[in-house]
Structure formats: C-alpha cells, structure tokens
C-alpha cells in the first residue's frame, strides 16, 4: 500500500459530512491537504480544526468554471498537479418524476455532472504533466442501481459514470488512476432536504465512508482499484 505522507490530497465538497470526516482522517495520516467548498465559514472552520493553511483552502462553485479553473492554477503554482483529487461534491433531489421540475433536474446535471466535467477538465493537463494522479468519484449506489423519485439524481450519477469510464480509455497509456466510489446510504446531512422517511441508525456512518476512502487513496502503484461498492446490511441491491 502507498503511504499519505506528504500526498497533496484536494478533497472538493470538504464540508459535507463525507468531505469532512474524510479532511479529518487523511489529515491524521499525514497528507498535505488542499480544501473546496461553498460554504466559506464552514470551510475555514474546518481548516482552521486541520491547520491547514489559507492558501490552501478555496471557495469554489463546481458549475462556475472560471473558479473551477483558478483553484487549478493556484494549486499547480503552488505545487503542481495534486497527487489525489476527491470529489465528494454533489446535490440530491428525490422526488416523484411528477413534481420534479425542469429547474430542478437542470441544477442536479449542473452540479453532479457538469459539475464533475469542469473539475476533472480543470486539473487532468497537471496530472498529465506529472504522469502520475489518482481521480476519485463518489457516484454512489443510484449511480449503479436506481430508485423510485431517483430520476434526477441517476441521471447525473449514471452520467459520472459513464464519462469517467470514457476518459478512463483516453488515459489507458498513462499512470492516472480513476476510482469510483458506490456508497449506499450515509448519514449525512444530504438527507436533511430530503423529504422522505430514512432510518439514519441503519446507514453507513460516516466515519467509515471516509475509511473507504482513505483506504482508496492508498492503492497500489501496481493496480487500481476501479471501483468499490459499500453499502449498510439491509440495502443490498447489488
């Protein structure tokens, strides 16, 4: 397994409950950590907790390309490509077809999938340059598997997919690495807007989502992992 000492790890969507409790334990193995987020006072709170410097934290909307764009110069000025880019950003929207408005599927694709394409597009010239990088998604589950009131939130998620097994094929001769993450039910805030009944104590805590992905940036310079699938006991679907 490689080490975390010294890897300069950008996690995107750091102050989601996933995000976070993933700065926290990478920071705790020794990775030189870069911060993205929208919410700025909960961004630099989190830093501050990590002592991770400012010029290392960005406020940084995924559909703005232009940000998107400078937090990559920044970092490759700073210190070149990052070694590991997690983007565990995103918005959920789980409502029947029937009350799911066009405004509301238009800003699932932005976020979770244009989204994606702008950050990837953003950073993959560095990694080149390095010949080296590792690239970790969290499509989770109903990127895989649908549900019913999934509509939106699939399509981005299938979409991510999909994208990345195609630039997977552009990067065949390289030694970028991408790694997608299937996770089932956390608990995390995403289900506060959700406006449906969940059993938050039956998830998959947090803690040990993060664990999933601390494990996944230590992978072998021989092999990848392509993806990974974990999911709680009682939602096993695949």
Same mark, same amino acid.
Request: with cysteine.
């Given at each position: 397994?490689?080490? @975390?000492?010294?890897?300069?790890?950008? #996690?995107?969507?750091?102050?989601?409950?996933?995000?976070?409790?993933?700065?926290?334990?990478?920071?705790?193995?020794?990775?030189?950590?870069?911060?993205?987020?929208?919410?700025?006072?909960?961004?630099?709170?989190?830093?501050?907790?990590?002592?991770?410097?400012?010029?290392?934290?960005?406020?940084?909307?995924?559909?703005?390309?232009?940000?998107?764009?400078?937090?990559?110069?920044? #970092?490759?000025?700073?210190?070149?490509?990052?070694?590991?880019?997690?983007?565990?950003?995103?918005?959920?929207?789980?409502?029947?077809?029937?009350?799911?408005?066009?405004?509301?599927?238009?800003?699932?694709?932005?976020?979770? @999938?244009?989204?994606?394409?702008?950050?990837?597009?953003?950073? @993959?010239?560095?990694?080149?340059?390095?010949?080296?990088?590792?690239?970790?998604?969290?499509?989770?589950?109903?990127?895989?598997?649908?549900?019913?009131?999934?509509?939106?939130?699939?399509?981005?998620?299938?979409?991510?997919?999909?994208?990345?097994?195609?630039?997977?094929?552009?990067?065949?001769?390289?030694?970028?690495?991408?790694?997608?993450?299937?996770?089932?039910?956390?608990?995390?805030?995403?289900?506060?807007?959700?406006?449906?009944?969940?059993?938050?104590?039956?998830? #998959?805590?947090?803690?040990?989502?993060?664990?999933?992905?601390?494990? @996944?940036?230590?992978?072998?310079?021989?092999?990848?992992?392509?993806?990974?699938?974990?999911?709680?006991?009682?939602?096993?679907?695949?």
């Amino acid at each position: 397994m490689e080490k @975390l000492n010294g890897k300069k790890v950008l #996690i995107v969507g750091a102050t989601g409950g996933i995000g976070s409790q993933t700065a926290k334990l990478l920071a705790g193995s020794g990775a030189e950590l870069y911060l993205s987020g929208r919410k700025a006072d909960e961004l630099s709170a989190l830093a501050n907790s990590l002592n991770v410097p400012a010029e290392r934290i960005f406020i940084t909307d995924l559909t703005d390309e232009a940000s998107v764009n400078a937090m990559a110069e920044q #970092i490759n000025v700073q210190s070149g490509a990052p070694d590991i880019l997690i983007n565990a950003s995103g918005i959920g929207i789980i409502k029947p077809v029937e009350q799911l408005s066009l405004s509301e599927f238009t800003a699932t694709i932005n976020a979770n @999938l244009i989204g994606s394409f702008i950050l990837v597009k953003a950073f @993959l010239p560095g990694m080149k340059v390095a010949k080296k990088g590792l690239i970790i998604n969290i499509p989770g589950v109903l990127g895989k598997v649908p549900m019913a009131g999934a509509a939106a939130y699939s399509a981005s998620k299938y979409g991510l997919v999909g994208m990345m097994q195609s630039i997977r094929e552009e990067l065949k001769r390289t030694d970028i690495r991408i790694t997608n993450l299937f996770l089932g039910g956390v608990d995390s805030p995403f289900w506060d807007t959700i406006d449906m009944r969940v059993q938050k104590d039956k998830m #998959i805590r947090a803690e040990e989502a993060a664990r999933a992905i601390w494990f @996944l940036c230590q992978q072998p310079s021989s092999g990848v992992v392509s993806e990974m699938v974990l999911q709680p006991f009682n939602h096993q679907a695949i």
